[in-house]
């Protein structure tokens, strides 16, 4: 099993950075255009609720489709909530967003259980390029809410 966390601070209140991060429809804006984000289940841009299904189409390396089908199995309003892949490129996939109040806006928490799947040799192609592949994707997302909120000062 992997763990990957990563953190950011943003200048907006816990109100502001919730009512973004749990609208399944940022999903797709904090997403690089490359991975060609789709949500295609009907209710998936509808609010988070414990239980919610969402079906969302990827392009893994910017060209191999892929489907992930997650779901919300904990909401902590406006705290935290869990989305768990039930089928997926992975082989376990569980990713908690944590928001936190901190002086001065919102610190964003992305914390991530997973594991690449075929055994040994997803632990290797972890290793090789899925590291690097994972910090790129949350890399693409820091920029972006920079740019969509500001810089923390």
Do not use: C
């Amino acid at each position: 099993m992997h763990h990957f966390q990563t953190t950011q601070d943003l200048p907006v209140s816990l109100d502001q950075a919730w009512d973004f991060f749990s609208d399944p429809a940022n999903l797709i804006v904090l997403t690089h255009p490359k991975m060609d984000v789709w949500m295609e289940s009907e209710n998936g841009l509808t609010p988070i609720f414990p239980g919610k299904i969402l079906k969302i189409r990827i392009k893994l390396f910017g060209y191999i489709p892929s489907s992930f089908l997650s779901e919300i199995t904990e909401v902590k309003a406006p705290h935290y909530f869990i989305d768990t892949q039930l089928k997926g490129p992975f082989g376990y996939w569980q990713h908690k967003h944590l928001l936190t109040t901190i002086d001065g806006g919102t610190r964003v928490t992305d914390d991530v259980k997973f594991k690449f799947p075929m055994g040994p040799l997803g632990v290797l192609a972890y290793n090789i390029f899925g590291k690097q592949y994972l910090k790129g994707i949350f890399d693409y997302r820091h920029m972006f809410l920079k740019k969509k909120f500001g810089k923390f000062k």
